[in-house]
């Protein structure tokens, strides 16, 4: 896997971990019936609410049910605590995909890559692999994606909110 897109997933994975705040996301639109297309998900999304379970790093397994405004994430690999102000995925033309985290501190870390789509899948290459997520809702103004990895222990169902 490679070392960019690990840390970028670690950095998601501490979000949905250690996220903390305060925030809506607008369940207006209870329909999730839109054929997932890459002109249905073209635009980009911020994260605003994850629910799930991960492995903590001493194996032991930890739920979360919570809103997403930014979030405190102590980021080991830099020995200092970091704050993230958003996770946002882009998806744009020719079926390319970013994933942006922006640290408060003004460093924006991203990565680019291509995805398909298999009837409600969304398929991210990463390389060597691939990564499978599931849409549970897709309306003009929320993806509801589906993510979990036996291997890597999480099971992640993230509320994304249309920002463009």
């Known amino acids: 896997m490679n070392k960019k897109y690990f840390w970028s997933l670690l950095t998601f994975m501490m979000v949905v971990m250690m996220g903390v705040g305060f925030a809506s996301c607008s369940k207006d639109d209870e329909d ?43 980021l080991a690999w830099l020995d200092e605590t970091d704050f993230i102000d958003y996770v946002r ?5 020719n079926n390319e995909f970013t994933c942006y985290i922006n640290y408060g501190s003004g460093f924006t870390d991203s990565f680019q890559t291509k ?28 993806l509801v994606i589906h993510s979990n990895d036996t291997e890597e222990g999480y099971d992640v169902h993230a509320t994304f909110k249309r920002i463009k």
Not at 48 to 73: E, N, P, Q, W, Y
């Open 115 to 142: 995805y398909t789509i298999s009837g409600r899948k969304i398929i991210i290459d990463e390389y060597m692999d691939q990564e499978q997520m599931t849409v549970e809702q897709l309306t003009d103004t929320q």
């Open 32 to 74: 999730n019936g839109k054929e997932v297309t890459a002109a249905n998900l073209k635009g980009t999304w911020e994260l605003c609410h994850v629910k799930g379970s991960a492995l903590d790093d001493d194996g032991k397994r930890i739920t979360f049910d919570r809103d997403i405004t930014s979030a405190m994430a102590d």
């Open 89 to 93: 995925y882009e998806f744009g033309q």
